[in-house]
C-alpha cells in the first residue's frame, strides 16, 4: 500500500464479539477515514477522525488514533454477522492534499 | 437521498480495445475523485477534477484519460485496454474544493471492468 498497513489483514469473530482493527501509516496526516465495503460493493463512509482528536464514536463504532505512532484502531462493539465486511483506513497525506490513500484493509467476517 | 452514479457497473472488453466510463456526483459536489481497485488489492487514487479542471494525478497511466464536464460528471477513458487493467473503478465526489483539507468522499457503486 502506498501510505500504511492493516492488520490483521483478516478476522474471524462470532456475533457478539467485538472486532479491532488496526492501521499504521506513514506520513503526517491532516485526518484519517475508516470506510467499509461488503465484496466487490462501493465504499461506505464509517468515520473520519481529524489530527487534533484521539477517539470518536459513532454508534458501536469507536476509532481511536495516535499521531505519535502514526496509527489508528477500530472497534466495533456487539458484531453482527451483517458487519462481514472489509474494513479499509484512508489518509489524505497531508499536505493538503486531497486524494485518499487507502491501507491494505482488514476482512472481517462474522459467524451467526 | 442521491448518491454517485456510475454507469455501466459492468464492461467486458477484449486486449486493446478502448472503455468509457461514466460518473455523476452528487448534486452540488463538484469536485470528482477516480480509484482503481485490483482484486484484493486497497483502492488507488487514479485522478481528481474540480470546476472542470484536473485537481491532482495519482498513478493513471499515460493510456488513460479522464475529464470533468460543465454538468460536473465525469469520464474516464480508457485505451488499449490490458488484462491488469482488470479492476473495480470507483468514482467519488465531494462538496469540499481541493487544498481545503480532505473531507468524507461519497463513493458510487463502481464499474467492474473486466479485459479478456
Known amino acids: 500500500s502506498q501510505q500504511g498497513e492493516e492488520d490483521p489483514q483478516a478476522l474471524s469473530i462470532q456475533e457478539g464479539e467485538n472486532a479491532t482493527m488496526n492501521c499504521s501509516y506513514k506520513?503526517?496526516?491532516?485526518?484519517l477515514q475508516w470506510y467499509r465495503q461488503n465484496s466487490g460493493r462501493g465504499l461506505v463512509h464509517l468515520i473520519l477522525i481529524r489530527s487534533n482528536e484521539r477517539e470518536k464514536h459513532s454508534g458501536r463504532l469507536r476509532v481511536t488514533l495516535d499521531t505519535s505512532k502514526k496509527s489508528s484502531s477500530l472497534l466495533i462493539t456487539a458484531s453482527r454477522a451483517a458487519d462481514t465486511a472489509s474494513y479499509f483506513c484512508?489518509?489524505?497525506?497531508?499536505?493538503?492534499?486531497?486524494?485518499?490513500?487507502f491501507g491494505t484493509g482488514t476482512r472481517l467476517q462474522v459467524f451467526p | 437521498a442521491a448518491g454517485v452514479i456510475q454507469s455501466p457497473r459492468h464492461l467486458i472488453k477484449e486486449k486493446r480495445e478502448t472503455a468509457t466510463l461514466k460518473c455523476y456526483p452528487i448534486?452540488?459536489?463538484?469536485?470528482v475523485y477516480w480509484y482503481q481497485q485490483g482484486p484484493g488489492q486497497d483502492p488507488q487514487f487514479l485522478i481528481s477534477?474540480?470546476?472542470?479542471?484536473?485537481?491532482d494525478k495519482g498513478s493513471i497511466p499515460d493510456r488513460f484519460s479522464a475529464q470533468q464536464f460543465s454538468d460536473y460528471h465525469s469520464e474516464l477513458n480508457m485505451s488499449s485496454l490490458e488484462l491488469g487493467d482488470s479492476a473495480l473503478y470507483f468514482c467519488a465526489s465531494s462538496s469540499r474544493p481541493p487544498g481545503q483539507g480532505i473531507d468524507e468522499q461519497f463513493f458510487g457503486p463502481g464499474t467492474r471492468l473486466t479485459v479478456l
Open positions: 448534486p452540488r459536489h463538484d469536485t
Open positions: 484512508a489518509t489524505d497525506g497531508a499536505y493538503n492534499t486531497d486524494k485518499l490513500i
Open positions: 477534477f474540480y470546476e472542470k479542471m484536473q485537481s
Open positions: 506520513t503526517s496526516i491532516n485526518n
